[in-house]
T-cell receptor
């Protein structure tokens, strides 16, 4: 039983294209997140949603648009992909703010822009 | 701004020996959580151990323990009886109580030699 699942695991595409990464969690958590890990392994939060409502938006370009159809899903759509978007994107979930319960991560999606 | 610093880009240890990974952080929050995550080559982000800042007692999980010095804003991870499977990137993270986002350090790559 995969707790947080992301698809696809690998995504290779050309500059200028639009792509989406899907994330689903079956933990019953209220909050979901997207993190970006760059080539130097640095992890930084991009967005968080709590019960389908945007909570955190860390000055991410407008080309990135998260969508949460329900609290078990948080998808990431990226328009007009650029070379600098190449990274590993991690989805995570937790019970929510003010909780001492940790975030559970998906296996990541490696996005490579040609 | 909240920051997390891991001053050791790489560490190595011999199997069965003990190793300590350093982490310092800077925060103006009075309530927060601290975490160590492990990322093996498989790319998963696995929670190793967590600590609530209001608890003075150091957290322990089997062979993993922390030395939490709140006044010094230090949160080191000690791995006892190191195993080959402990080889991975280790990330220290801080999560302010009121925001729920994880602020990561730059990671320490741990090698374990037989």
């Amino acid at each position: 039983d995969t707790a947080v699942s992301q698809t696809p695991k690998y995504l290779v595409t050309q500059m200028g294209n639009d792509k989406s990464i899907k994330c689903e969690q079956n933990l019953g958590h209220d909050t979901m997140y997207w993190y970006k890990q760059d080539s130097k392994k640095f992890l930084k939060i991009m967005f968080s949603y709590n019960n389908k409502e945007l909570i955190i938006n860390e000055t991410v370009p407008n080309r990135f648009s998260p969508k949460s159809p329900d609290k078990a899903h948080l998808n990431l759509h990226i328009n007009s992909l650029e070379l600098g978007d190449s990274a590993v994107y991690f989805c995570a979930s937790s019970r929510g703010p003010h909780s001492n319960q940790p975030q559970h991560f998906g296996d990541g999606t490696r996005l490579s822009i040609l | 701004a909240q920051t997390v610093t891991q001053s050791q880009p790489e560490m190595s240890v011999q199997e069965a020996e003990t190793v300590t990974l350093s982490c310092t952080y800077d925060t103006s929050e009075s309530d927060y959580y601290l975490f160590w995550y492990k990322q093996p080559p498989s790319r998963q982000m696995i929670l190793v151990i967590r600590q609530e800042a209001y608890k003075q007692q150091n957290a322990t999980e089997n062979r993993f323990s922390v030395n939490f010095q709140k006044a010094a804003k230090s949160f080191s991870l000690k791995i006892s009886d190191s195993q080959l499977g402990d080889a991975a990137m280790y990330f220290c993270a801080n999560s302010p109580y009121n925001t729920d986002k994880l602020i990561f350090g730059t990671g320490t790559r741990l090698q374990v030699f037989p």
